[in-house]
């Protein structure tokens, strides 16, 4: 895994830290919840669970496989916001997000240890 595969992610992740947030949204998502801590670790199991399963159990290419254990992880945390938001007074929570992207970005980080 070299950096130009974690570049994007890395965008993605400085974009969504930067972007403005409604206030009323911010002051009921805090940084440090057991939310954020929960969206981290699962993010981060899907990448490795995924991979493991996918490179060990069905002989898949390494290479090949972690793009698609983080396209299954990302794609959990963009559904889950989504039903989020459809709860009554919910939102996307970009706090959320962000946490989701570096649960992914620990999962990468461990397969190429």
Known sequence: MNIRSILPF???LVSLALAEIDSTAASHDP???YDKVLHFGVSCSIV???QYVLAE???MNENDSVPVGVVCSLGNGIIKEIWDSRQPGG???RRDLIADMAGIL???WIISL
């Open 106 to 108: 620990v999962g990468i």
């Open 48 to 50: 490795l669970s995924t």
């Open 91 to 93: 939102f996307i929570s």
């Open 57 to 59: 159990k069905m002989n």
């Open 31 to 33: 940084w440090f919840a």
């Open 10 to 12: 890395f965008c993605l």
